[in-house]
């Protein structure tokens, strides 16, 4: 099984700032990874796959890069709606795996 | 757009069988997996497992032993059924679409969730 690490663990960003979300898995997983924010009390929505490519509707603030076993999700501008749990998910192998998640506070 | 609308017992004594089902309107039923997930403060989110509109399944390994995931064309639902469930099972289920292109495997549409707890 691939372990998909997350970190921090928890972050805190003023408004209008940059976050920056990092995920790093325990082998290879090509650009095989996807990133989702889970806003309270609601379900996990799908940001970004393909490391870096947008999902449809989601901002062109919410960015992601990486390849092989490290990866940033970087969201810029900060809003409070971005308030959120983000997970990273690999799809390398057909047992997906996801990261324990990153919380996004607004300072 | 899709929805996915969910039901089933919220409440399992230890050694019950859960049983979700979960609706799916709008798009091509035919044309995708589709997938469980559930998420507890524990494990945090963990896939269960997939199904096929034909009926063919991949399981979580760790879960294989318990889990059934079956498919009803006829009404675009699948459901799960967990055996043996113990309080380790207590968590959020979800149903989701699982878009699957050459490598790409993402949960793009999901239901709202189960909350489903077990006590004695």
């Known amino acids: 099984e691939i372990l998909m690490t997350q970190s921090p663990a928890s972050l805190s960003v003023s408004p209008g700032e940059r976050a920056t979300l990092s995920c790093r898995a325990s082998?290879?997983?090509?650009?095989?990874l996807a990133w989702y924010q889970q806003r309270p009390g609601q379900a996990p929505r799908l940001l970004i796959y393909?490391?870096?490519i947008r999902a449809a509707g989601i901002p062109a603030r919410f960015s992601g890069s990486g390849s092989g076993t490290e990866f940033t999700l970087t969201i810029s501008i900060l809003q409070s709606e971005d308030v959120a749990l983000y997970y990273c998910?690999?799809?390398?192998?057909?047992?997906?795996?996801f990261g324990q998640g990153t919380r996004l506070e607004i300072k | 757009q899709v929805q996915l609308q969910q039901w089933g017992a919220g409440l399992l004594k230890p050694s019950e069988t859960l049983s979700l089902t979960c609706a799916v309107f709008?798009?091509?039923?035919?044309?995708?997996?589709w997938s469980w997930i559930r998420q507890s403060p524990e494990k945090g989110l963990e896939w269960i497992g997939e199904?096929?509109?034909?009926?063919?399944?991949n399981y979580n390994p760790s879960l294989k032993s318990r889990v059934t995931i079956s498919v009803d064309t006829s009404q675009n639902q699948f459901s799960l059924d967990l055996k043996s469930m113990t309080a380790a099972d207590t968590a959020v289920y979800y149903c989701?679409?699982?878009?699957?292109?050459?490598?790409?495997?993402?949960?793009?549409?999901w239901g709202l969730g189960t909350l489903v707890t077990v006590s004695s």
């Open positions: 989701a679409r699982l878009f699957i292109v050459g490598p790409i495997r993402i949960l793009d549409y």
């Open positions: 709008g798009g091509s039923f035919s044309d995708h997996y």
């Open positions: 199904v096929t509109h034909s009926g063919s399944t």
């Open positions: 082998q290879s997983v090509s650009s095989n």
């Open positions: 393909g490391a870096s």
């Open positions: 998910q690999q799809y390398n192998t057909w047992s997906i795996t």
